[in-house]
């Protein structure tokens, strides 16, 4: 039995097999191959053609459908799980589909249907079947899909639409642009995927041409990897960055895919400011001429009235091909009820925590968050070598997250994560004896002890703490073309507590107020957070021309701020970003170079270096600790030394 719940559920091929059919819409009417069928609709939000193109596309095969006008008049009013819905519901119809408020919700009830059941949105999280009218309509308007330019264009970060589009477009090999409304950027989780998953590089461009179309925003242009492209585009990366920019200069646009601002799934105020539009402009421009405008729709007020006249505004095309797609999607399905569902094709391992607790999404919208009942904690575990993080995504929404306290659950020892397990941990999962844990209570409540390690030193004190800090800021402050234009961005957790350190000695000397942010390394969205001034309707943070002083803890191998300056550069144009670290500890895998440190301490890969802030993690003061945990063996836990209560490098 295959079930469509996210755009991976299909091979290309397969796509290519449903367009095949689609073709042949005609003919599909006329054979009738759902005569008998009946298809139940359940619709939690709001839709008018996804929900209608699949009940024409269901009678028009020859089947009938079943449906609630309303769910709200539906039990699931009385608190019906989506559990006991799919299970029900699959006695009464051949095949479900469903849309959903929560992310992951449609996967969570194809787990207890029995019969097929197809994503018609969940979410922010992924609309499969748009993707698909979407790319039938590219294939439809420009011939074929590999090597297109796709500009991408609206609420990147909520609009699901968008999600299962730019990862359907890097398996056919086009090239996307990105042009998000401020603050409403691709997720992080998305590029990242695109790099990791298809190979993808990405780096920011100048929007000056695209700017004739669309204002404030700034262009992320991702395009399949080279042989000699080497990894992300950052400011250490310059050689390539500008090669990239070159080619980005030169681009043919095939296609804007603009989308509504996504305000249903917004929080109060996030929805204010200005945003893209395409106009009249656009019509106008020479280099647009063969540039087709398309749009899920519904549409506010993003596109121009006059595009309706043009040849290239396809959007209606786009939602009438709903109607033969859906009926290819469904005929496809038919045919393979007795198939066996398909894995997704990840270089990933499933998870799931052999301890009765284990992790838990972090995503508040994800339906393991809000109906536990319907879902097991699921993940796909993965290591990102680029940062030496261990991450784990959530099977049914994808959000993403760093483990920080791993198990062995043979002999209930924990510690802190970090890089220096990787090994290690390999053998504990081929073994089923990894327990992954969300904080140190979780852990010892289900009697776990700390690994042991060796002796600490401690290496900087309370004072020393602060004098550096002090200096560090003077520094900062000494440098600065513009203070009026400092952002000090920490990277969380313990650099953004620094972060807001030197920005409270910025402000004893200047007397002025300091924007402070935080950044996510590994995160589903918001991976740029204000953290003051922190007014809850203050617009999100521009990275625009600002003076961006970076803050982390520990330089190590320099991995970790590589991504941040890759966030950064993805985020905004910044005038310049200068690097802040407490410690560094020299030997670093990639050349990135902090123009401030606290203190240099050249220590070697088995020590591990850990900054402890008071008032944070039940620390009584501030202390930089040196110590070591005996190197693990594959399988084993590691050996005691000494006591100690958390290991954090
Ligand atoms: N494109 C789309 O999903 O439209 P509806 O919300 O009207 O189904």
Known sequence: MRSLISIADLTNDEIEEIFSLADSAQELRADRPANGQIMATLFYEPSTRTRLSFESAMQRLGGTVISCSDMKSSSAAKGESLADTAKVVSAYADVLVVRH????????????????????GDGGHEHPTQTLCDLYTLRQEKGQLKGLTVVVCGDLKNGRTIHSLV????????NVVTLAANGMDLPQYVIERLEREFDYASAPMAADDLNAVVTETDALYLTPKQPHQLALFTQVDQVIQARLSTMAAGLRYDAFYMTRKQKERMKEGAAKGSYPTIGPAFLREQRFRDTVVMHPLPRVDELSPELDKDRRGVYFKQAAFGVPVRMALLKFLFDRRAAKGVKRTRNTRAYESPEAHGPQCRN?????????ASTRRRFELFFVDEIGALILACAYCDYRFKVQFIGHVPTKRYAAYDHSFVETLQGWLKTNQLAIFDSIKEAEELGYEPFKSGLQRILMDQAAIENALAEMSREILRDCRDADRLLILGVR???????????????????????IGEIE??????????????EPDAAPLSLKDREVILVDDVIHTGRTVKSALS??????????????VLVDRGHREVPVKPNYVGKNIPSSEKERVRVRLRGFEQAAQDQVVIYTIIAPVAGAPLPDVREENTTVS
């Open 493 to 515: 957790r313990v650099g953004s507590q620094l972060a807001q350190r030197i920005a409270a000695e910025i402000e004893a000397q200047r007397k002025r107020k300091v924007e």
């Open 167 to 174: 990862f359907a477009l890097a398996r056919f090999g086009a």
């Open 567 to 580: 966030i950064i550069f993805r985020s905004g144009r910044p005038r310049s970003v200068r690097l802040a």
């Open 364 to 372: 508040v919208n994800c339906v393991s968050t809000n109906e536990p």
């Open 521 to 534: 390394i590994y995160g589903s969205g918001d991976e740029l957070r204000r953290m003051a001034p922190a």
């Open 101 to 120: 408020n929560w992310d992951g919700a449609v996967q969570a009830m194809a787990e207890h249907a029995d019969v097929p059941v197809i994503n018609a």
